[in-house]
């Protein structure tokens, strides 16, 4: 009887673990997913201000 629930003990005590891991991974997904949206936005912001300024240029060449 003891061993029976020692053994419960240790199986929800596992399941717990994979639990938080679940949620920790999770949460690392979607921290990584919000730094990548925000790297992007400001790529795509240097990139089209480079761009313009290059036509500037160009244009006040001609």
Known sequence: MLNKIM??????????????EIVYSNS??????????IFNDLLIKVLSTSISSTKNIVYNRN
Request: glycine share 0%.
């Open 28 to 37: 690392l997904q979607l921290f990584i997913l919000i730094v990548e949206y």
């Open 7 to 20: 053994a419960q003990c240790i199986s929800l005590k596992k399941h717990r673990i994979l639990q938080k």
